[in-house]
């Protein structure tokens, strides 16, 4: 299974807005549009789980927690993200951890400001 949470970023929307306005020019049908983002979602969960060794480590107030279909959304208030000797802070943000047990592709993270 792959996750469509990534459509949501800057990435994923810049190429739903191309892919919507190829579909508009009569360049491309809907169905290649729906091919496109699903080869979109295997490649983003691909990468993030076999290609970035980045580590980051985050603290902050727990607001709010939820379980529902095997995904796991934090928001976090006052949030502190901190990469080596980088530092973020942030007033609110909402994370998102779903579950990659059972499949090829370990998507387990993604923080989307909230």
Known sequence: ???QLYRNTTLGTT???SLDELIQQQAISHSLRQKVLEEFDKAINYAL????RNRITFKG????YRFCDNVWTFVIENAEFREV???IQVPKVKVVACDGKGNTVHNRQAV???
């Open 1 to 3: 299974m792959n996750y």
């Open 15 to 17: 190429l739903i807005d």
């Open 49 to 52: 789980a076999n290609k970035v």
């Open 61 to 64: 107030k727990l607001n709010t």
């Open 85 to 87: 000797i980088d530092c």
């Open 112 to 114: 989307d400001d909230y």
